[in-house]
Nanobody, 122 residues
Framework: VQLQASGGGLVQAGGSLRLSCAAS????????MGWFRQAPGKEREWVGR????????RYADSVKGRVTISRERAENMVYLQMTNLKFEDTAVYYC????????????????WGQGTQVTVSS
């Protein structure tokens, strides 16, 4: 499994950004695709997830209402659309893949992309 995140950059507070994650190496039927982020000096934080089959989404409270995760199964792509960005959204964003949600936390995700930097200027 390979995951390639892209789309990060520098954006002003209040702006929007869409991150992409290209997934390859297998079919992802029944898998869960997640987005995480890690700010300097902080632990990696879950942002949200989407189920590959049904497209069911869940989001962290810190971003709920400001982000939307979607997937395009035919293209093996997962997206993280972020709006009304805040300075505290500055982080490296990672896409990750899980076969199943056994723990309901980061331990479920065995495959990770390389991360893409999002910097929000205040």
């Amino acid at each position: 499994v390979q995951l390639q995140a892209s789309g990060g950059g520098l954006v002003q507070a209040g702006g929007s950004l869409r991150l992409s994650c290209a997934a390859s190496g297998r079919t992802f039927t029944n898998w869960i695709m997640g987005w995480f982020r890690q700010a300097p000096g902080k632990e990696r934080e879950w942002v949200g997830r989407i189920t590959w089959n049904m497209g069911t989404t869940r989001y962290a409270d810190s971003v709920k209402g400001r982000v939307t995760i979607s997937r395009e199964r035919a293209e093996n792509m997962v997206y993280l659309q972020m709006t009304n960005l805040k300075f505290e959204d500055t982080a490296v964003y990672y896409c990750a893949a899980a076969r199943t949600l056994r723990y309901g936390d980061i331990r479920d995700y065995g495959y990770w992309g390389q991360g893409t930097q999002v910097t929000v200027s205040s």
